[in-house]
T-cell receptor, first 115, second 118 residues
Framework: AQTVTQSQPEMSVQEAETVTLSCTYDTSESNYYLFWYKQPPSRQMILVIRQEAYKQQNATENRFSVNFQKAAKSFSLKISDSQLGDTAMYFC????????????FGTGTRLKVLA | DTEVTQTPKHLVMGMTNKKSLKCEQH?????MYWYKQKAKKPPELMFV???????INESVPSRFSPECPNSSLLNLHLHALQPEDSALYLC?????????????????FGPGTRLTVL
């Protein structure tokens, strides 16, 4: 079975500091996408960053970057210079190329950025 | 533009009411999805439409009836709901990548409809 595990239910970070959210997954597939989505209290699921498994280079989007370790099946999200607007629930998600339509979501990490 | 819109934002209904949720996207995506999300949980997939045809029904009770009138619109018709159906209902859309399964491209979510069933 394919699973995604987020082992940190809640985290907090001081404004302007750096925080890393962990995500591990289990699959026998070789080609897949990994995603981090952010869901602030406003409810909308917002794509933060996407990684294709065949790409060795870690994806970055402004203050957000990932550490993708394919062999270890690890996909952590680093947020630099944390801002109050980063306060949200963060979901890690996985989907293989192979014909399944369904995102496999982790249980989420609630991040609070403190002023 | 990566916008998916949903109306209404909030909906309160009784167990005997009939109501509909609406979702719209203008990104040219040919796959659209309905999800149900309970508080502090990840979204749960309900339905998938591909090229306006229902592709996947995740064993959703018949009191939820999806409809895809055209490639930009997705509706969810609600009838005789139960209080446990109260949740956030999210719509999403994505490209359909050739050579890959439906939904294997990035899904873009709408802001959701907060449904309360009394």
């Amino acid at each position: 079975a394919q699973t995604v595990t987020q082992s940190q239910p809640e985290m907090s970070v001081q404004e302007a500091e750096t925080v890393t959210l962990s995500c591990t997954y289990d699959t026998s597939e070789s080609n897949y996408y990994l995603f981090w989505y952010k869901q602030p209290p406003s409810r909308q699921m917002i794509l933060v960053i996407r990684q294709e498994a065949y790409k060795q280079q870690n994806a970055t989007e402004n203050r957000f970057s990932v550490n993708f370790q394919k062999a270890a099946k690890s996909f952590s999200l680093k947020i630099s210079d944390s801002q109050l607007g980063d306060t949200a629930m963060y979901f890690c998600a996985f989907i293989p190329y192979s014909g399944t339509y369904k995102y496999i979501f982790g249980t989420g990490t609630r991040l609070k950025v403190l002023a | 533009d990566t916008e998916v819109t949903q109306t209404p934002k909030h909906l309160v209904m009784g167990m005997t009411n009939k109501k509909s949720l609406k979702c719209e996207q203008h990104m040219g995506h040919r796959a659209m999805y309905w999800y149900k999300q309970k508080a502090k949980k990840p979204p749960e997939l309900m339905f998938v439409y591909s090229y306006e045809k229902l592709s996947i029904n995740e064993s959703v009770p018949s009191r939820f009836s999806p409809e895809c009138p055209n490639s930009s619109l997705l509706n969810l018709h609600l009838h005789a709901l139960q209080p446990e159906d109260s949740a956030l209902y999210l719509c999403a859309s994505s490209q359909v990548s050739s050579g890959r399964g439906i939904g294997t491209d990035t899904q873009y979510f709408g802001p959701g409809t907060r449904l309360t069933v009394l």
